[in-house]
């Protein structure tokens, strides 16, 4: 979406290492940040959010950051595992909106082993 | 089991034969919505419902029509599909549409030849 950027639109990371991907939004209002992970064939599953009276959230190897002031989160995974392999979306609030999400273009993540 | 769930999974149809996705969730969510999957596009709301009797339009809502009669079914309606509308579709169920999880239905592939 136009008010939605993220980065970036592929990225290969060797197994092991730790992968980032960042989504940059436009509303300073919106208070809830989530990550969605497709794995190919199948459907979008949320696997973090976060919301905007915190700075950072883990889950294992999963994390999300939040900075409100430059408007961008981020996630991040550690010790990147093949499975890990996927399309990831971020999906803010859409700022001109109370009913809608806004989704990113998607950030294809690519393990090397 | 809480799931969302799309049928059919595939459909081949031709153009201007008036066909229905169906969807229907078993989680008591207020709102769902509907989005295409194009290649390079991500997801692409085309309408939503907050609420029973309550739907708009999304971002791109030509050539469909949706109803939601009861809370729980929200169906899909290409009164007469084009080859533009070859897609995957994915429904998804929401408690709330703000702060909540999405959850999504497992796709339809649609080819409209």
């Known amino acids: 979406g136009e008010n939605v950027e993220q980065h970036p639109s592929t990225l290969s990371v060797q197994e092991g290492d730790s992968a980032v991907i960042k989504c940059t939004y436009s509303?300073?209002?919106?208070?809830?940040f989530p990550w969605y992970k497709q794995e190919l064939g199948k459907r979008p599953q949320l696997i973090i959010d976060?919301?905007?009276n915190v700075g950072e959230k883990k889950d294992q190897r999963i994390a999300v950051t939040l900075n409100k002031t430059a408007k961008h989160f981020s996630l991040h995974i550690t010790e990147t595992q093949p499975e890990d392999s996927a399309v990831y979306f971020c999906?803010?609030?859409?700022?001109?909106?109370?009913?809608?999400?806004?989704w990113g273009a998607g950030t294809k993540l690519i393990i090397k082993p | 089991e809480a799931q969302v769930t799309q049928n059919p999974r595939y459909l081949i149809t031709v153009t201007g034969k008036k066909l229905t996705v169906t969807c229907s969730q078993n989680?008591?969510?207020?709102?769902m919505s509907w989005y295409r999957q194009d290649p390079g596009l991500g997801l692409r709301q085309i309408y939503y419902s907050m609420n029973v009797e309550v739907t708009d339009k999304g971002d791109v809502p030509e050539g469909y029509k949706v109803s939601r009669k009861e809370k729980r079914n929200f169906p899909l309606i290409l009164e007469s599909p084009s080859p533009n509308q070859t897609s995957l579709y994915f429904c998804?169920?929401?408690?709330?549409?703000?702060?909540?999880?999405?959850?999504f239905g497992q796709g339809t592939r649609l080819t409209v030849v």
């Open positions: 976060i919301r905007s």
């Open positions: 998804a169920s929401s408690l709330r549409v703000m702060n909540t999880e999405a959850f």
């Open positions: 999906a803010p609030p859409n700022p001109d909106s109370n009913y809608q999400l806004i």
């Open positions: 989680m008591n969510h207020e709102y």
């Open positions: 509303d300073s209002a919106s208070n809830y």
